[in-house]
């Protein structure tokens, strides 16, 4: 694929596509250009709020209840992880173990550990583990298989 980029200095940034065929490729630079416009819904104590996916360091289940954890805030959600999973697919998410989901992008650092899991540290300091089960495939994630 061939790339064109250009500065301007007035007007409306503007992104354009063009493609012949519709394939993965094209496929992922279309959710890319749609992922600032994708919104989830949490309760921040009795008040709904309208949150971007990419504020969230992580979402967790916890006794049958959803909450995606900011830098500052604790949000409930009203999805399942699986749902979340679904809505999140195509954005930098990854189902670390099976209560939790994390933004790889909120990765600080990253620390293997025994028994093949992985020690991530998110940007807020905060430490989440990823499980064996699912380290293997974060591995493929991270060097882009």
Same mark, same amino acid.
């Given at each position: 694929?061939?790339?064109?980029? !250009?500065?301007?200095?007035?007007?409306?940034?503007?992104?354009?596509?063009?493609?012949?065929?519709?394939?993965?490729?094209?496929?992922?630079?279309?959710?890319?250009?749609?992922?600032?416009?994708?919104?989830?819904?949490?309760?921040?104590?009795?008040?709904?709020?309208?949150?971007?996916?990419?504020?969230?360091?992580?979402?967790?289940?916890?006794?049958?209840?959803?909450?995606?954890?900011?830098?500052?805030?604790?949000?409930?959600?009203?999805?399942?992880?699986?749902?979340?999973?679904?809505?999140?697919?195509?954005?930098?998410?990854?189902?670390?173990?099976?209560?939790?989901?994390?933004?790889?992008?909120?990765?600080?650092?990253?620390?293997?550990?025994?028994? !093949?899991?992985?020690?991530?540290?998110?940007?807020?300091?905060?430490?989440?583990?990823?499980?064996?089960?699912?380290?293997?495939?974060?591995?493929?994630?991270?060097?882009?298989?």
């Amino acid at each position: 694929m061939k790339y064109t980029i !250009n500065q301007i200095t007035q007007g409306e940034d503007e992104l354009i596509l063009n493609y012949r065929e519709l394939n993965e490729e094209v496929e992922q630079v279309l959710a890319f250009m749609g992922r600032e416009n994708r919104r989830l819904l949490g309760w921040r104590d009795n008040e709904q709020v309208v949150l971007a996916p990419k504020e969230f360091l992580y979402m967790e289940s916890v006794e049958g209840k959803t909450f995606g954890y900011t830098t500052q805030e604790v949000f409930r959600l009203n999805y399942t992880l699986q749902q979340l999973e679904v809505l999140l697919q195509r954005e930098c998410f990854y189902r670390c173990s099976k209560a939790m989901i994390m933004n790889i992008n909120k990765v600080a650092a990253l620390r293997s550990l025994s028994s !093949n899991r992985i020690d991530a540290t998110m940007i807020n300091g905060e430490h989440i583990m990823i499980s064996r089960t699912y380290a293997s495939d974060f591995r493929k994630r991270l060097r882009g298989e």
